[in-house]
């Protein structure tokens, strides 16, 4: 599929409102109007999924603790529906988007992108919006507030600036104006961890962020590649086109796994998602297959999920695709509890089919590939010290001003590398 980033589109954002209570209210309408939470019925342990609007107003929100919220207000009613039903509308909500355009980018189970620009020549976007809202609430008793813009980012935020059943277009030139009065944590893609500590440093408003006279407090908090790449989304910088294979892995193998515990901890995470790269990985080598992308799935106590891939070269090598899903992980993960984790090996081929070499080490067994890659950081090591190679995230600290204490520039030491690994 073609990416460019030059021709103007016109992307919407959907977003489901209070998807879950949407889906316990039809399966129950005299839920409907009434103070309601998802969670772990008839119990006090646990905490709230989500909740209903009505619930909001008594200051009860995710991520609160049963405990509490029945401190706010006794009586809540605690509702807990099979996963599967859910599944449900989303997949009437997919089919239901199929009507209007065929490229969609599912986000997570109640969100998702769509490219409307060859729709919007026939109809004003605004027209399809409200058509779509609308039937969406009468036809499937879904609310959903859509944002539209030129960029998926932009129209994420526009989805985001008015619920229940808003609709808001950001155009790039409009973007600063819109959004600068909204408070710093409404920024699409600053965990939970960072804003407050923004906050601290004075940044309370994306005009806050803006305001380049702030920089400096605000690469305290964060590196500058972050930075760049946030203010770049905010000014209308970024993704234009629809990733159709962002959520989908063709001839995968994969695994999830559901925790009854809590998980925050990246530590934690990393440790649980690579005794699920082993397990799958172990069937990736016996079937003798070749994987091109690495995906992952975090699940959060709300049910959001989120799925990202990343295709790099075709691999068996075990540590080179974890890191792959290391990355991943790190670049998305956002500080959230997660109750169920996933990662999966796709694109395969089997080895013979792969005509050429698919990595540095791809015509060496196992052995032959450790002891090739043991004997490369010795020798590295000897050469430049003992603190000159890092692995994983750690390679992140190998930079100019590290290395140049070993009396040698970054890109000398890797082109060094490189040049040690090729003979």
Do not use: W
Request: hydrophobic share 35%; with cysteine.
């Amino acid at each position: 599929m073609e990416k460019n980033q030059n021709k103007a589109k016109i992307i919407f954002h959907i977003d489901l409102n209070a998807f879950f209570c949407a889906v316990a209210e039809i399966y129950n309408p005299a839920l409907r109007n009434t103070a309601f939470a998802i969670g772990r019925e008839n119990s006090n342990y646990g905490v709230i999924s989500t909740c209903s609007y009505e619930a909001r107003k008594y200051k009860i929100h995710s991520g609160m603790s049963l405990k509490e919220a029945f401190s706010l207000l006794p009586n809540l009613n605690i509702v807990s529906l099979p996963y599967e039903k859910y599944v449900y509308y989303h997949n009437k909500f997919i089919d239901f988007l199929k009507e209007y355009t065929s490229l969609i980018e599912v986000a997570s189970i109640d969100e998702a992108y769509l490219d409307m620009t060859e729709a919007s020549k026939q109809r004003h976007p605004l027209v399809l919006a409200k058509e779509m809202q609308t039937r969406l609430l009468k036809e499937l008793k879904l609310s959903s507030s859509i944002g539209i813009a030129p960029t998926l980012y932009l129209a994420k935020m526009g989805s985001d600036y008015k619920k229940p059943l808003g609709i808001t277009v950001i155009r790039k030139r409009e973007a600063k104006e819109i959004l600068s009065s909204l408070p710093v944590k409404d920024i699409h893609g600053i965990g939970k961890k960072t804003y407050p500590l923004l906050m601290e440093k004075g940044i309370n408003t994306i005009g806050d962020f803006y305001n380049t006279n702030n920089k400096d407090k605000i690469l305290e908090v964060m590196s500058l590649e972050y930075y760049t790449e946030i203010l770049d989304k905010l000014n209308g910088n970024s993704r234009n086109y629809i990733d159709l294979d962002r959520n989908s892995v063709s001839e995968s193998i994969s695994t999830m796994k559901t925790f009854d515990r809590r998980l925050n901890s990246e530590d934690e995470i990393l440790y649980e998602l690579r005794l699920l790269a082993k397990d799958i990985h172990k069937r990736l080598v016996k079937e003798n297959y070749l994987a091109k992308t690495v995906s992952i799935t975090l699940r959060d106590i709300n049910f959001k999920t989120v799925t990202r891939s990343k295709s790099l070269e075709y691999s068996d090598d075990f540590y080179y695709l974890f890191d792959i899903a290391t990355d991943l992980f790190l670049d998305n993960y956002n500080g959230s509890y997660l109750r169920l984790i996933g990662i999966g090996f796709g694109n395969l081929i089997k080895n013979d089919e792969l005509e050429e070499d698919y990595n540095l080490f791809s015509n060496l067994d196992n052995k032959e590939k450790t002891a090739k890659i043991s004997s490369l950081i010795e020798d590295f090591k000897n050469r430049f010290g003992s603190y000159a190679l890092f692995f994983g995230k750690d390679s992140k600290n190998l930079t100019t001003s590290s290395t140049s204490k070993l009396g040698v520039e970054a890109p000398e030491v890797m082109d060094t590398l490189f040049t040690k690994v090729k003979s």
